[in-house]
């Protein structure tokens, strides 16, 4: 579809004939008559000498010709586009951040995978994610994963095979043997600093309990409730379990329940799955559908039309005078016999 980006111009078009009507003609003095007795044959021929002027008429075509580029150059700067047709793009409504645990406990083989082989927690966890981000199309996701110390290992992209492909590398004890959860939680509310969606989720998987952190996961908590991010809690150890790797059930609950989340116990990898699932229907995916259509500035055209006017109008007039020059060719008389 065309249109103008500057319709307004079309005001300028009847501006030659406001000039034509409207301001006097151009006047130019020229000597009509040049001799030395000038003044001679005036007396003999009895007549005054008088000034006048002569107006030059426009050959028809010419004037087609002019009105036509003027009309060509005034579309072009009207600027004509051609407006393609709309195109539609998704933007991701949802900040959804993943905290992974990978502090020594995480090593324990008490998971059974799809196979049934026996695995370690984290080699189920990761399947597990792997599974529910290939189903979050449309969020941006970023993964921070701790153990003495949190680390951002993806900041925030729509990008969901490289947070796959991050996660996958990940190993036991890459951040450090113990469990610093509150301090993740601390990074993961600085990295939804310069967040502009509405819509901000943690999802937080530990199977330790927090010694080592400077803010205690629950004060974490309260901070991200201050700043509208929902929690959500995975707890993967062993409730039984003494020491470091001991569960503290009461605090991840606590945590959830502060910011709106939830809590869920994962005993093996098909309780984890379905706790993603849950996951996965609770935060329901959220987009907002832009649409727009490109415009293509095509002023060019009728520019190039006004040129190619011009050089054809040129060329018919040399043509035209050349062909007048040209002598007269004599007519051949042929005699017929008896």
């Not at 309990?209 to 062993?238: C, F, Y």
Request: with cysteine; glycine share 8%.
């Amino acid at each position: 579809m065309l249109s103008f980006a500057y319709p307004w111009i079309a005001l300028l078009i009847p501006l030659p004939l406001l000039v034509w009507f409207g301001l006097p003609a151009h006047a130019e003095r020229r000597t009509g008559l040049t001799v030395p007795f000038f003044d001679r044959l005036v007396r003999l021929s009895g007549r005054q000498p008088f000034s006048g002027g002569v107006v030059a008429r426009r050959k028809p075509a010419s004037l087609v010709v002019l009105v036509m580029v003027w009309l060509l150059v005034m579309a072009a700067l009207a600027r004509p586009q051609w407006i393609e047709p709309p195109l539609h793009r998704d933007l991701p409504t949802r900040d959804l951040l993943l905290l992974v645990d990978l502090s020594g406990s995480m090593d324990t083989r008490d998971f059974v995978d799809a196979s049934g082989a026996t695995v370690d927690r984290l080699t189920a966890v990761k399947q597990v994610f792997d599974d529910f981000l290939s189903r979050r199309k449309g969020d941006r996701v970023g993964v921070v994963v701790f153990g003495d110390a949190p680390f951002a290992l993806v900041p925030f992209t729509t990008d969901l095979d490289l947070c796959r492909a991050m996660l996958r590398d990940t190993a036991v004890g890459m951040a450090g043997p113990r469990t610093a959860f509150g301090d993740a939680i601390g990074l993961g509310i600085g990295l939804f600093a310069r967040s502009t969606v509405k819509a901000k989720t943690i999802i937080a998987l530990t199977d330790g309990n927090d010694t080592l952190s400077k803010v205690p996961p629950v004060e974490a908590a309260r901070v991200a409730k201050d700043k509208g991010i929902v929690i959500h809690t995975v707890a993967v150890g062993d409730p039984q379990a003494a020491g470091e790797d001991k569960l503290d059930e009461a605090a991840l609950k606590e945590v959830a329940t502060t910011t709106g989340g939830g809590f869920f116990r994962a005993l093996d990898r098909a309780g984890l799955a379905q706790i993603y699932q849950r996951l996965d229907a609770i935060e329901t995916r959220r987009i907002d559908s832009v649409s727009f259509r490109p415009r293509r500035d095509v002023y060019w055209v009728p520019l190039a039309a006004a040129l190619t006017l011009v050089l054809l109008a040129q060329a018919v007039g040399t043509l035209r005078r050349h062909m007048r020059r040209l002598p007269a060719q004599p007519a051949m008389v042929t005699e017929a016999g008896p």
